[in-house]
């Protein structure tokens, strides 16, 4: 991403899951700095820059966004078209990274034009392999705009 520092959003409530996809993106040397969010709101406030994330400097752009289904607070379909209706936030990737394989979270996920959807698999091994594709196609081959 010419020689800039990569940044991966990561908007996940389940600590487990959210340790596993931070450890696995570093192991694969994948971003250089992870953000995590526990909530949907949170997420939408550092998005939005308000309140305490006011300050672009110190609050980025990401590079990537995962994005949970259920979350507190504002659940991840919300957040997702929260941010696809932003000109400046659109063109942000966006995987939503969950356990369901529910048709009409994938129905709703496309319709609020979700780049990618992905259910997280039981194995450590098939895991680490899925984070490892995720980020050298969204972060390394995919050509996209200047965000």
């Known amino acids: ?25 570093e192991d694969h040397r994948i971003a250089n700095k992870i953000k995590h969010f526990m909530d949907g709101q949170t997420a ?14 110190t609050s980025p752009r990401p ?3 995962l994005l949970d289904l259920r979350l507190p607070r504002v659940d991840g379909l919300e957040v997702l078209h929260q941010i696809k209706e932003r000109d400046e936030l ?8 969950t356990t369901s394989e ?12 979700v780049n990618s959807y ?5 194995g450590f091994d098939e895991f680490s392999k899925l984070m490892n594709d995720l ?3 969204w972060l390394g081959w995919n050509t996209h705009p200047r965000i």
């Open 90 to 97: 659109k063109n942000v990737p966006v995987i939503i990274l």
């Open 102 to 113: 529910a048709e009409k979270d994938v129905a709703r996920a496309y319709d609020n034009h």
């Open 1 to 25: 991403m010419n020689g800039e520092p990569v940044l991966v959003m990561l908007v996940e409530d389940n600590i487990d899951h959210a340790e596993l996809v931070i450890r696995t993106l």
């Open 118 to 122: 992905l259910v997280k698999p039981v």
């Open 44 to 57: 939408l406030d550092y998005l939005f820059r308000r309140g305490e994330y006011e300050d672009p400097k």
């Open 135 to 137: 980020g050298f196609y």
């Open 63 to 65: 590079h990537m966004i």
